[in-house]
């Protein structure tokens, strides 16, 4: 049987992304569905692609890793922080229990939720705004993603909306950008600086007055 486009990006990423949960998400989900026409051809190679509003849809490797690190389970309540084209919402979607993701450009937010509406998975929550934030009126959360590179401090909000043993992983740093990984503990926040990574920078919104 000829395998699909998405399986065969799983398979290209088992080397280097062992967990099984993740990989069957991957493969199960048609990600040439997330990204612009012109870009179709190229929607399974292990690549960013540019989207709209000048942003990208992320690397599958950089994503099956963040998945894999968030140790998700299928009643986690997650927080999503840059939704652009929906592809790792969706993915966090099919992994825990419920979804809601904030962008900043209302055009691709009401995108993705368009493409993952067709896809007919119910439990993701779009929100237009500032994920610098997070969301306290749906905190705490059980693991938090972000998917743009925060500069060079995590905004402090996001750590705080995390639940007791709750996992948070974003790309931290502007020029030179590492995945961090913050779990909460008994005693506070445990922090581990991971691979160096690349993504667009998380736009932070003036403070409120
Ligand atoms: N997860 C996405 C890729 C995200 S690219 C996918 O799977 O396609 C990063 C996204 O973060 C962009 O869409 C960008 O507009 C958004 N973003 C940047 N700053 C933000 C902010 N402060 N709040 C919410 N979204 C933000």
Known sequence: ?????????????????????????????????FVPDRERHRAY???????????????PLVIARMLALLELRPDDRVLDVGTGSGYHAALLAMLAGHVWTVERHPRLSAQAQRTIAALGLSNVEFVVGDGCR?????????????????????????????????????????????????????????????????????????PET
């Open 1 to 33: 049987m000829r395998m699909s486009g998405a399986s065969e990006l799983a398979e290209q990423l088992r080397a280097v992304a062992g967990d099984e949960r993740v990989l069957a998400a991957i493969a199960s989900l048609p990600r040439e569905h």
């Open 45 to 59: 190679e292990n690549v960013a692609l540019p989207i709209a509003c000048e942003q990208t849809i992320s690397q």
């Open 134 to 206: 997070g969301l306290p009126a749906r905190a705490p959360f059980d693991a938090i993603n972000v998917a743009a590179a925060t500069g060079e401090a995590l905004p402090p909000a996001l750590e705080r909306q995390l639940a007791a043993q709750g996992r948070l992983v974003a790309p931290v740093g502007t020029a030179d950008q590492h995945l961090v990984l913050v779990r909460r503990t008994a005693e506070g926040f445990e922090r581990k600086q991971l691979e160096a990574v690349r993504f667009v920078p998380l736009v932070r919104a003036e």
